[in-house]
């Protein structure tokens, strides 16, 4: 059973601050790594994706990713109130032929922002 | 306008009917999906397709049917067989590796 876990949180982290989410994924062939937003009743939104082992920047996001500990992360600096949301982790598996390409999601870890 | 379109917003169903979820995507993108996400919950696959005229069972299929006769649409039906479909319902279309989501539906049983 592929797996992706995260931290439920709830994370809380001042006005400002930096807030750091981490992930981690149980399939070493892994791929593509996602990062979503979710605020609360509404659908998600895709923030970042990365695919490469390093950092990817992207205004106030960075995503990590180190395959060989098999952990994406992502950074917020500058955390606003807005920012409060549920971030979701995924990770890409592909089927042996090359298709039947599917997200595996993590639970999400809640991220509250406080002025 | 591109995007993912879901309706309707809000659904009601009565006990033993089926009910039926819309998705259309002008992306042209490939792949579709439907999840169920129910409160406080992760998302949790349905039906996936990835092309027109076939499709395969997610995680938690039972109960549910989909149809994709055509690359912009992939309704989900929500049979009298499912005895617990109160959640929210999401569509998501993939171009490339990167998937979107449409607005979803939240069912609720009367």
């Known amino acids: 059973q592929k797996e992706v876990e995260q931290n439920s949180g709830p994370l809380s982290v001042p006005e400002g601050a930096i807030a750091s989410l981490n992930c981690t994924y149980s399939?070493?062939?892994?791929?593509?790594f996602f990062w979503y937003r979710q605020y609360s009743g509404k659908s998600p939104e895709l923030i970042m994706f990365?695919?490469s082992n390093g950092d990817k920047e992207d205004g106030r996001f960075t995503a990590q990713l180190n395959k060989a500990s098999q952990y994406v992360s992502l950074l917020i600096r500058d955390s606003q109130p807005s920012d409060s949301a549920t971030y979701l982790c995924?990770?890409?598996?592909?089927?042996?032929?090359?298709?039947?390409?599917?997200?595996?999601w993590g639970l999400g870890t809640s991220l509250a922002v406080n002025p | 306008d591109g995007g993912i379109t879901q309706s309707p917003k809000y659904l009601f169903r009565k006990e033993g009917q089926n009910v039926t979820l819309s998705c259309e995507q002008n992306?042209?993108?490939?792949?579709m999906y439907w999840y169920r996400q129910d409160p406080g919950q992760g998302l949790r696959l349905i039906y996936y397709?990835?092309?027109?005229?076939?499709?395969q069972k997610g995680d938690i299929a039972e109960g549910y049917s989909v149809s994709r006769e055509k690359k912009e649409s992939f309704p989900l039906t929500v049979t009298s067989a499912q005895k617990n479909p109160t959640a929210f319902y999401l569509c998501?279309?993939?171009?490339?590796?990167?998937?979107?989501f449409g607005p979803g539906t939240r069912l609720l049983v009367l």
């Open positions: 995924a990770v890409m598996l592909v089927g042996m032929a090359g298709n039947n390409r599917k997200l595996i």
């Open positions: 992306l042209n993108h490939d792949a």
């Open positions: 397709s990835q092309i027109v005229n076939d499709f």
């Open positions: 990365i695919y």
């Open positions: 399939d070493r062939g892994s791929q593509s």
């Open positions: 998501a279309s993939t171009g490339r590796e990167t998937q979107y």
